[in-house]
């Protein structure tokens, strides 16, 4: 990170950001071109060991290159607040995000693909328990990304 004065490195301030946020952009390599996806997530942490889940169709870009090309990059962002100043030059941003590497993976196990789908509504809803039906789970597809590398900023 070149601005180190602008690094968190506080996991209680990182954690209450992620928490707060809805939207995780994924970035793939496909083929010398770059595809980005916004998702929502939801995600635990385990002592500092990040994984995010998400979910989408059984088919497509995202879920071919999710068994293609599993190591991925992402990005968090939040808190935006234009500066303004009397100068163009002079404008500024406040801001908040966490970018990072890891590596997906597609959830077979039904007892996992529930536990990732409450992770996601617990953090679009704020509650953890729902119910899903076998036609429901059979036709979505459920994603794991396990964080490699991770940091966070903010100005």
Same mark, same amino acid.
């Given at each position: #990170?070149? @601005? %180190? ?9 990182? +954690? *209450?950001?992620?928490?707060? +946020?809805?939207?995780? @952009?994924?970035?793939? =390599? /496909?083929?010398?071109?770059? =595809? ?9 942490? /385990?002592?500092? %060991?990040? !994984?995010?889940?998400?979910?989408? *169709? &059984?088919?497509? @870009? ?14 968090? /962002?939040? &808190?935006? +607040?234009?500066?303004?100043? /009397?100068?163009? !030059?002079?404008?500024? *941003? ?7 590497? &890891? ?17 996601? #509504? ?6 953890? +328990?729902?119910? =899903? ?10 994603? @794991?990304?396990?964080?490699? %590398? #991770?940091? !966070?900023? *903010?100005?």
């Amino acid at each position: #990170m070149k @601005r %180190k004065d602008r690094e968190i490195t506080d996991s209680s301030a990182i +954690e *209450a950001f992620i928490a707060k +946020e809805q939207i995780l @952009r994924i970035a793939f =390599y /496909d083929d010398g071109d770059i =595809y980005i996806v916004p998702v929502n997530y939801g995600y635990i942490n /385990d002592n500092g %060991k990040y !994984c995010f889940y998400f979910h989408g *169709a &059984g088919a497509g @870009r995202k879920y071919e290159l999710s068994k293609n090309s599993p190591k991925i990059g992402f990005e968090i /962002d939040g &808190g935006y +607040e234009l500066l303004e100043a /009397d100068t163009a !030059c002079g404008f500024s *941003a406040r801001f908040q995000s966490v970018i990072g590497t &890891g590596t997906l993976s597609l959830i077979e196990n039904k007892n996992e693909k529930i536990k990732g789908l409450n992770t996601l #509504m617990k953090q679009t809803t704020a509650r953890p +328990e729902w119910s =899903y039906d076998d036609a429901m789970l059979n036709g979505v597809a459920v994603f @794991r990304l396990d964080v490699d %590398k #991770m940091s !966070c900023k *903010a100005k």
